[in-house]
C-alpha cells in the first residue's frame, strides 16, 4: 500500500520558517516526479512546487518563488520544502503528491500526479 505522509506543518507567525517533509513508503518514488499543492480557505488546490527525479529541475508558482525551496532524498524515499518569509495568505493545507510514471519529461507544472498525501496545516498569523 503506497502512502505519502506528509509532517512539519504547525502554527508560524509572519516571516517565520517551517520546514515540510513528505516520507513515501509502499514503492519507491526515486525515479519520479513529485510535487507540493496547497489548498487555502475557500481556494483551490494549487500546485506549490514540483521537482524531477534527480533533483536538478524544479518547478516554483509564482507565489512562492524565492521563498519556498522544493528538495529530495531519494535513499529516503522524501521530499521536503523549505519554507521562509511566510505571509498569512500561505496559510493552507499543504500536500504532498507523486507522479507514477518513470522518468517523466513532461512540464513539471502540468504534471498528473496519482499518489497524494493525507495534508499537514500551515497556518501563518499576521
Known amino acids: 500500500q503506497v502512502q505519502l505522509v506528509e509532517s512539519g506543518g504547525g502554527l508560524v507567525q509572519a516571516g517565520g520558517s517551517l520546514r515540510l517533509s513528505c516520507a513515501a513508503s509502499?514503492?519507491?518514488?526515486?525515479?519520479?516526479?513529485m510535487g507540493w499543492f496547497r489548498q487555502g480557505p475557500g481556494k483551490e488546490r494549487e500546485i506549490v512546487a514540483a521537482?524531477?527525479?534527480?533533483?536538478?529541475?524544479?518547478y516554483y508558482a509564482d507565489s512562492v518563488k524565492g521563498r519556498f525551496t522544493i528538495s529530495r532524498d531519494n535513499a529516503k524515499n522524501a521530499v521536503y520544502l523549505q519554507m521562509k518569509s511566510l505571509k498569512p495568505e500561505d496559510t493552507a493545507v499543504y500536500y504532498c503528491?507523486?507522479?507514477?510514471?518513470?522518468?517523466?519529461?513532461?512540464?513539471?507544472?502540468?504534471?498528473?500526479?496519482?499518489?497524494w498525501g493525507q495534508g499537514t496545516q500551515v497556518t501563518v498569523s499576521s
Open positions: 509502499g514503492r519507491t518514488f526515486s525515479r519520479n516526479i
Open positions: 503528491a507523486a507522479d507514477s510514471k518513470i522518468y517523466g519529461m513532461g512540464s513539471l507544472s502540468g504534471t498528473e500526479f496519482n499518489f
Open positions: 521537482i524531477r527525479w534527480s533533483g536538478v529541475s524544479t
